[in-house]
């Protein structure tokens, strides 16, 4: 075996765990949200980077909220609030939605947590 | 009417291939516990010609090997067959590269090893991007790479112990290899 083998025998080993890693690890863990908005494309966000923003629906501005990986509303024009109730959004399938307001997160992934949901 | 004539290098290549698709169609008949993964033993040939005869030669008998085997396995133009191309097509690419190091570059081990990888890389690429493009094919990639190093690595030393056996006793019988 020459010095050429074992480098690459060696850097193989290192790197092939690191693709047990990155593909059979935490799948349903969210990624980015995407923030329905009336009249215009859904937004994608990134959910590495902690962020507010502010979005224009149907009754006014609803805020919304991005911090550690996860995202909810914390404020919205709307009189039940059921948006901000619905709380922190983390997994990925996982939707919050202002219906009055006509706004509405999903957090996106790899994989899905639920395959549909019925209520 | 033009009339072709054999050289000495159509009979090394051609010796050479039908050994490879020997083994490949007799290996075909082995069960394997998850589709495309396989000890491919016929690469046993291809990277002992790689290392005596040049990459040329290997390329052509990879090439006869990969047509004939599929045209006696029955598999010919299958989507098994466009696979077995692909694997074949990445493996050898990537040791054209290879074969030139400077230096003392590799040996059978670490060809095989490179070789096993880039056919479980090209072959997953053809599979994921035109067969089935679903995301669990990415679930059993590490499991399909896995296999590809340790089936790279044990082929790479039958290699190495086939050559070895070569050069001992029989050097004064041995076939001249034609100018790489």
Redesign the interface.
Known sequence: ?????WT??IL??VL?PT??VG??GDRGAGESVEIWIPGQKPQVLSLDRNQTVEVQGSLGTSVIEIRDHKARFIASPCTGKVCIHAGWQQHAGELAACLPNKVAIEILG??RRYDSINF | MKTITATSEDYLVAWLAALAVTIHVAEAALPSPLPGVKPGLANVITIAVLVRFGWRTAAWVALLRVLAGSLLIGTFLSPTFFLSASGAAASMLVLWPASRLPGRGFGPVGYSLLAAMAHMAGQFAVAYGAFIPHPAMLHLLPVLMTASVVFGVVNGIIVRTLLNSLRAPAAEHAPSPPAP
């Open positions: 075996m020459t010095r050429a083998d690459l025998l193989t080993l092939l693709l047990y593909l059979w790899r994989d």
